[in-house]
């Protein structure tokens, strides 16, 4: 199952790639501006995604699909496996960690603007913000340009790769590196922005017979 950091950390902008050739993108500064001018206006935002989680200690690999709504600010749905398997849900101050295996919920408060993590659920334009940026050269030349993302602060993952439509600057997949060099990838797909999401889905209610765990601060 995908850990509760990595589906914390999934809480970004999400598109389909452009279909039609794009021009370079030379600079930083330009992906920045293109990524600021794409989200600025975006409220909502739901998706299906593939991931491949990888856990290089154990050797193992997991293969699953899943869904993800997003509502600024702060407000996500993210939920893994078809039955469902896992769940991530915030209304902006309360986080849920749902495991159907175990029958149990942790119930964690949200807390201060939450780091790295927390802006970028706010809003992916505040990239340079907080990672060094640099860009990877795609070879042989395709519609997506590659960033590799570092945090400027110790946080919850090492690196964040994110792959852009390049005249659209939407994301259209990602590789998240974590402290325990787990690797996900991740592809997305069924793009809807702006959509309408009711508040219900960003608050989770215990089903009968599970346990909920309540964390404090």
């Given at each position: ?102 029958k ?48 400027h ?10 792959s ?13 590196i ?20 009711p ?19």
């Amino acid at each position: 199952m995908l850990s509760a950091i990595s589906l914390v950390t999934l809480g970004i902008a999400i598109a389909v790639p452009a279909a039609n050739a794009a021009p370079e993108v030379d600079s930083v500064s330009e992906v920045v501006a293109g990524v600021k001018s794409t989200y600025q206006n975006v409220q909502s935002i739901k998706a299906d995604f593939t991931q491949t989680v990888t856990n290089s200690a154990m050797g193992a690999e997991m293969h699953q699909r899943g869904r993800i709504s997003l509502e600024r600010p702060r407000k996500m749905r993210i939920e893994v496996g078809s039955p469902l398997e896992s769940a991530v849900i915030s209304d902006g101050k309360t986080l849920w960690v749902y495991s159907v295996a175990s029958k149990s919920v942790t119930e964690t408060p949200e807390v201060g603007d939450g780091g790295e993590i927390g802006a970028l659920l706010e809003d992916l334009s505040k990239l340079d913000e907080i990672f060094d940026i640099k860009l990877i050269e795609d070879k042989p030349p395709k519609a997506t340009q590659t960033v590799s993302l570092a945090p400027h602060k110790p946080g919850t993952f090492k690196s964040l790769q994110l792959s852009l439509a390049r005249q659209k600057f939407t994301l259209t997949d990602l590789v998240l590196i974590d402290q325990f060099d787990t690797v996900t990838q991740m592809s997305f797909t069924n793009l809807r922005l702006n959509s309408d999401v009711p508040d219900t889905d960003f608050v989770f209610t215990a089903p009968a017979g599970v346990q909920v765990i309540k964390s404090g601060k």
